[in-house]
């Protein structure tokens, strides 16, 4: 688990958009809307966190698997949900990566960290 000492590289918390085409009437991709910038801590997910994961959904029946890449921890918050994504200046590697939030929990539901799953997009 993640310590409060650990949650110090920034991350941008991201809500996909779509908009209408004026020409075809169908919707588009639209610019993403910030939902929050925040403190975090990202570590790549073990093959065997992978599996577990893999494991518990799917003994839980629920049809659709999603799985991760990544877990990025961060300070609980209300408004962060599947679905959105997290954009991040890795300063080490000299770019921006994007990663998709398949998976959101609250360690022992106390509302204090935030616990994403999440899977690495390349660009």
Known sequence: MTTI????????ILQPTSIENPD???????????????????EPMTATEALSTLGRLT???????NTATH??????RPDVTVGQ???YQDAKRQQVRHFEITQVSSPEERGVFLVLGCIERVQ
Request: aromatic residues 10%.
């Open 59 to 65: 003994q839980q029946d629920l049809g659709i698997v």
């Open 71 to 76: 877990v990025l921890t961060t300070w609980f």
């Open 5 to 12: 000492g650990q949650l110090t590289e920034r991350f941008t």
């Open 85 to 87: 994504f997290v954009e």
């Open 24 to 42: 075809t009437g169908g919707r588009v991709p639209g610019p993403p809307v910030v939902v929050a910038d925040v403190r975090g801590a990202l």
